[in-house]
């Protein structure tokens, strides 16, 4: 047991509340507020938006249509929820939650600490708070609570693959919706890819007229023998307009959420290779992926394709505000740049080593144009091979080797290796009992235990290690309800090892609280896969 837990039990209050992610620091007092007709939520103007919104998610199964006062005291029966600027030391996203039973506080240095201390709030109400329906007969009891509460990391992630498999936009908010309650802060879209194009864009209208749909999918594995292979003749596709890009970042933004755009290149990219065969290396005209791996045909080194991908980029920072921009880089095969006469003469124009020097040089004119508009780039590990760009961030995804080499050249890194984050990978050694997966074994106490800082790092190299995300690939992932089943609860445990404090951690614990903490999530129609192992 943690010294907090033995504390409360010694103070003779319950364990930890079932609060997922665990808070930093937790006292459990006696008695509790209780939510009645007459409860006013009280804010300052400036937290207005977030008094409505909690009114708004208490009403439907409490019934009761709480009052928000702006600049009203906060006396006896209220929920105050203030910005405090001599709170600095809690930073953007930490919070104090003062439950007493005769009244109720949040308060924070920051917006985004306040809402967190409202999604607490939320978690120590019955999970049938969750529930969108009057639910008769539960006592809206608040235990009494001192919580103060911090992240561990300012990068705390969830990344959804939407071109293997098109997700619709509902499903999209929904997972947007449920990071914050787990307190994740960073949505990584993974827009683009061989087997489709997602996002609209104005000036090359084929990229989703013909890049947004396949012709049909590879069943099941994909077989080393591709004489093997079979196909469903189902064409598959979908894309987001403009528009619904611009709701999404909304949905995101009032959520805390910021959003990393992910176009990937010079790899990756067949289905922008499909509706622009100049972008490729032969000419040849290529439809849309239908298989699965590691897809020979990438974007050509030219100008030209420089161009178009800058113009990409601009579309894209026109719709994210967010700093980060993500270009992948991931698994670029070079045979066809070997082979290609304009790529080589690239090389030689530019005194370059071999064709990895000529990928890190596309990237850095990526980054270059990233960091004239003020953004970040962004990249997979492979960004390292070719000469690091100046300011490029990295995503250690092959392992964390990637992650501390970037750190010790001084370059922000975020922690996705493939052994802890990869929800696409099975989640019990009993693969017969378990949906199809891409394959590799990811149970949850594998998750738990995550570190995202390696040892191997000194204090100061640490300080370069923002945080970590979980992905999800969706080559074996058609829809929704299976993505929610590969990614609860493995999620719920990432989320705790980004926000609770090292010392803090106790999967005993978790499993106890995540016990309730599944009750929500079912109220939140989530298809979590049940705890059996
Ligand atoms: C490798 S991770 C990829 C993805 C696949 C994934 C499957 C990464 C940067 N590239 O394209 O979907 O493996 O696990």
Redesign the pocket.
């Known amino acids: 047991m943690s010294i907090v837990a033995v504390l409360a039990v010694a103070l003779g209050g319950d364990s930890i509340p079932a609060i997922v992610p665990r808070p930093a620091h937790v006292t459990v007092q006696p008695g509790a507020f209780t939510l009645r007709t007459a409860t006013v939520i009280v804010t300052d103007r400036a937290l207005r938006g977030l008094g409505e919104r909690l009114a708004d998610d208490l009403f439907p199964a409490t019934g009761l249509r709480l009052a928000v006062r702006t600049g009203a005291p906060a006396g006896t029966g209220t929920i105050a929820i203030r910005l405090d600027s001599s709170l600095a030391r809690l930073g953007e996203e930490g919070y104090l939650l003062d439950v007493r039973p005769s009244r109720l506080a949040i308060r924070a240095y920051r917006a985004a600490g306040a809402f967190y201390g409202i999604e607490t709030l939320r978690q120590l109400l019955p999970p049938a708070i969750f529930r969108q329906a009057e639910m008769t007969g539960v006592a809206w009891r608040i235990p009494a609570v001192a919580i103060e509460d911090v992240p561990r990391f300012a990068w705390r992630g969830v990344h959804l693959?939407v071109a293997?498999h098109f997700m619709p936009k509902e499903f999209v908010k929904k997972v947007i919706d449920l990071a914050a309650l787990h307190k994740l802060n960073r949505f990584h879209w993974h827009l683009t890819?061989d087997q489709g194009w997602r996002l609209e864009i104005k000036q090359y209208p084929r990229l989703t007229q013909v890049g947004a749909w396949r012709r049909e999918t590879l069943i099941g594995r994909k077989d080393q023998d591709s004489t093997k292979w079979r196909f469903d003749g189902q064409p598959h596709g979908g894309f987001y307009t403009q528009d619904d890009v611009r709701e999404i970042v909304a949905y995101a933004r009032a959520r805390f959420v910021t959003i990393v755009p992910e176009i990937e290149m010079p790899g990756?990219s067949q289905a922008a290779i499909a509706a622009y065969p100049e972008l490729g290396n032969r000419g040849d005209t290529l439809p849309v992926w239908t298989a699965?791996g590691?897809d020979q045909n990438i974007l050509n080194p030219g100008e030209a394709t420089i161009q178009f991908a800058q113009n990409v980029l601009s579309e894209v920072m026109g719709l994210f505000p967010g700093p980060w921009i993500h270009t992948?880089g991931?698994?670029a095969p070079k045979a066809q740049w070997k082979a290609s006469p304009l790529a080589q003469a690239r090389i030689r124009e530019l005194g370059l080593k071999d064709e990895e020097a000529l990928q890190g040089y596309f990237t850095r004119r990526m980054d270059e144009f990233l960091t004239s508009h003020g953004r970040r780039l962004i990249g997979?590990d492979?960004i390292l091979e070719g000469g690091l760009a100046p300011n490029a961030v990295v995503?250690s995804?092959?392992g964390v080797d990637g992650g501390i080499a970037a750190a010790r050249a001084g370059h922000d890194v975020v922690m996705?290796p493939?052994s802890h984050t990869?929800f696409?990978?099975y989640q019990s050694s009993d693969t017969a009992a378990e949906p199809l997966a891409?394959g590799?074994f990811l149970p949850l106490d594998t998750v738990y235990a995550f570190e995202p800082v390696p040892p191997a790092l000194t204090a100061a190299e640490a300080r370069y290690v923002l945080g970590a995300q979980g992905?999800l690939?969706?080559?074996y992932i058609p829809d929704p309800k299976r993505a929610e089943y590969m990614v609860f609860p493995r999620l719920c445990a990432l989320a705790e090892v980004l926000w609770t404090p090292r010392e803090a951690r106790d999967y005993a614990d978790f499993t106890r609280r995540l016990a309730t903490h599944l009750e929500r999530l079912a109220a939140l129609d989530v298809n979590f896969r049940p705890i059996t192992n």
């Open positions: 693959d293997r890819d990756h699965w590691v992948g991931d698994e997979w492979e995503m995804w092959r996705t493939g990869y696409d990978h891409i590799g992905q690939w969706t080559e």
